[in-house]
């Protein structure tokens, strides 16, 4: 079972359970347009059990151990999502996804939750490498990969079908050798 992971007085991941399906509906519907441009799910998202849904996948997930899902929750709202996923045991390795809703955005919010949950990767899990994979046009998620001294590997050619294209998606990735923890 998940713990929430306090991130600061203001922000926590919380396990994502079907009680966050309702907001996160709220979320995505209030930014369907901003989120689309980069997540070929946000279509699909259309009601509550749609959420539930995905939410059941989440914790199917959790307990084979390859994936740990959380929502981010400033205050008293939850703004966004965030997970560890493809967890390779045997390579200790495993891809950081994010979105938060576009009102949320430019505050840091994102990038100190994501590296709350490096923190969790590289000390409780025993990852040895975290990527971050996001869209070459996508310049606010590229920048908290940099931010959190990520280094660019490559670009994969469109390795990303997006609402009816291919995407280019930079690679990101950081070793537990070359992290370096901060505080909040």
Known sequence: M??????????????LTDSHAGPLLQLVNSNREYLRQWLPWV????????????????????????????????????????????????????????????????????????????????????????????ATGNYKSAAIAERLNFTKEGVMRQAEWVNGHYVDLNLYALLKDDWQPKDN
């Open 2 to 15: 998940l713990l929430t992971i306090q991130v600061n007085d203001a922000i926590a991941l919380e396990p």
């Open 43 to 134: 279509d699909h998202m259309q009601t509550v059990d749609d959420f539930k849904s995905y939410i059941n996948r989440c914790k199917k997930q959790e307990d084979e151990g390859t994936d740990y899902s959380y929502v981010i929750v400033s205050g008293s709202a939850v703004v966004g999502r965030i997970g560890i996923h493809y967890i390779a045991k045997q390579n200790k390795f495993g891809a950081i996804g994010y979105w938060i809703g576009e009102e949320f955005t430019g505050k840091g919010i994102m990038t100190k939750a994501c590296r709350a949950l490096i923190e969790v990767c590289f000390i409780h899990l025993q990852l040895n490498r975290i990527e971050i994979k996001c």
